[in-house]
């Protein structure tokens, strides 16, 4: 039997939408699922739409989700010669003919035929024409004009369409440029790709390519064709509904893990599981079990699987992670150890790494604004000696670590008789400037000595006078 291959093939007109990194994703286990090849192939015949950018972001992306190819990236512009040599034995074996319509009549045609309720295809003017008249022309795939053309979609089933309905395609432009869905057959062929996974806006383009396989003798590949991505509203998910591409949610903090969980889920499921390591998907996951129907796109989903992760990835890779985020907002120089111990209290509360960096603002200032109506409740005068109080003992102890820090509000409560809500709120407020936050004495041990005696002491100033502190 031969080997499985598989192959994502986006053109670079863009960045990669989510709907597209779920083909790839799909594509990829399928291939690594079944021990085959997975082909990276990049259909830039679009040259006025493509860019090296759009490349790049591209395998940015890719590399981001951990999706690794096996061969390529092959160019669909660095293959030119091959197509134009395949468009020639079309036409020199009579299944492709030149066609010398100008566009401006094929205009007119298809004014004509929609006027009289007719589908504005390709009358085939051309199509048994015997002289070659010295103008320009495009080359036209000679389709079958009766039967039918049908598949076993993987994942559709068995799907039929009426070879009535479709049209001569062109395959070669005037300008002798090969046209998309001939490229993409001669490719799949070239790179021997035994199964073809795509979204399903390219169904209708499969007929025609399976009648070019035919008509140059190439087996036909199987077919998987993998609903669309909706919004919640239940349209083609667009920027309408906020980001559409894997890079921005890389850069809003999310974790390729989740990204890749998410994305499988979206379509496919394995029972009532929700979380799936990629070895798990490598197991289970099987495109026959992919969903006829559309999948939802939502954000909120997508957060409570990136949440799991922040709280179970291991701490050293988040440390690693969150890095870049607090260098892009001038944090630098932090060490490993004081950026771990940060995350030990933020990461049960924040969904995505921009949102604990956002959490973590008070660790990270040398001052913080405190809240007018937490202080209003707090910061009252009878806290003014007790925060005072507190700054001296703390200032005293020899070493600033979470049990030295929480002795001294024992201390402190029991001499005063005071429940811990009493000292601690107070001390929130003072040192977070509002009435949320991780445990007191984990805050005050990763804000540190100085920066927490110095808080506490200008709360203190601050009550009876102005509730704001910088």
């Known amino acids: 039997m031969p080997q499985v291959r598989s192959r994502f093939a986006p053109s670079p007109t863009g960045y990669l939408h989510i709907g597209g990194a779920r083909t790839a994703l799909f594509s990829y286990l399928f291939a690594r699922g079944k021990a085959g090849a997975f082909i990276l192939r990049i259909e830039d015949t679009d040259r006025a739409r493509s860019t090296s950018e759009s490349v790049q972001a591209i395998f940015d992306s890719l590399r981001w989700l951990r999706i690794d190819w096996d061969e390529g990236p092959f160019f669909q512009s660095q293959r030119s010669d ?15 003919y030149r066609c010398y319509c100008s566009a401006e009549e094929l205009a007119r045609k298809r004014e004509t035929a929609l006027r009289e309720g007719r589908k504005p295809s390709y009358d085939r003017t051309c199509r048994n024409r015997t002289d070659r008249p010295a103008g ?15 598949f076993q979609d993987m ?36 790179m021997a790709i035994t199964h073809v996974i795509r979204g399903e806006d390219h169904l209708a383009n499969t007929p025609k390519q399976i009648q070019l396989y035919e008509a140059m003798n190439y087996p036909v590949p199987a077919f998987a064709h993998v609903p669309l991505i909706l919004g919640l509203d239940r349209t083609r998910l667009s920027k309408r509904h906020g980001a559409t591409s894997v890079t921005a949610y890389r850069d809003q ?17 394995y029972g009532d599981q929700e979380i799936f390591s990629i070895t798990e998907l490598l197991e289970k996951f099987a495109i026959e079990d992919v969903g006829k129907s559309a999948g939802v796109f939502d954000l909120e989903k997508l957060s409570w699987v990136n949440s799991h992760y922040m709280k179970t990835l291991p701490l050293e890779r988040l440390v690693g992670d969150v890095r870049p985020f607090l260098e892009a907002r001038g944090h630098r120089g932090l060490s490993e150890e004081w950026i771990a111990k940060m995350l030990t209290t933020l990461r049960e509360r924040a969904r995505t790494l921009v949102e604990l ?26 806290t003014r000696s007790l925060l005072l109080e507190l700054a001296e003992r703390l200032g005293s102890i020899p070493s600033w670590d979470t049990g030295s820090i929480q002795a001294v509000f024992e201390a402190i409560m029991a001499e005063r008789s005071l429940g811990l809500g009493k000292i601690a709120q107070p001390v929130r407020v003072a040192i977070t400037g509002g009435t949320a936050s991780p445990g007191i004495f984990e805050v005050l041990e990763v804000v540190g000595r100085e920066r927490s005696l110095s808080r506490l002491r200008h709360a203190a100033a601050t009550i009876g006078g102005s509730s704001a502190a910088g």
């Open 82 to 96: 091959l197509y134009k040599e395949r468009v020639r034995d079309l036409e020199r074996r009579e299944r492709a």
């Open 155 to 190: 994942i559709k089933g068995r799907v039929t369409f009426q070879n009535a309905e479709l049209d001569d395609l062109i395959i070669a432009r005037s300008d002798g440029t090969p046209t998309y869905n001939f490229c993409v057959v001669v490719d799949d062929h070239e």
């Open 357 to 382: 960096v956002d959490h973590a603002s008070y660790y990270l200032g040398d001052a913080v604004a405190i809240d007018p109506k937490a202080s209003g409740k707090f910061l009252k005068p009878e």
């Open 253 to 269: 903090g999310f974790f390729p893990e989740a990204m890749i969980n998410y994305l499988v889920r979206l379509g496919w499921s």
């Open 136 to 150: 320009p022309f495009v080359i036209r795939f000679r389709a079958a004009e009766f039967g039918e053309t049908a």
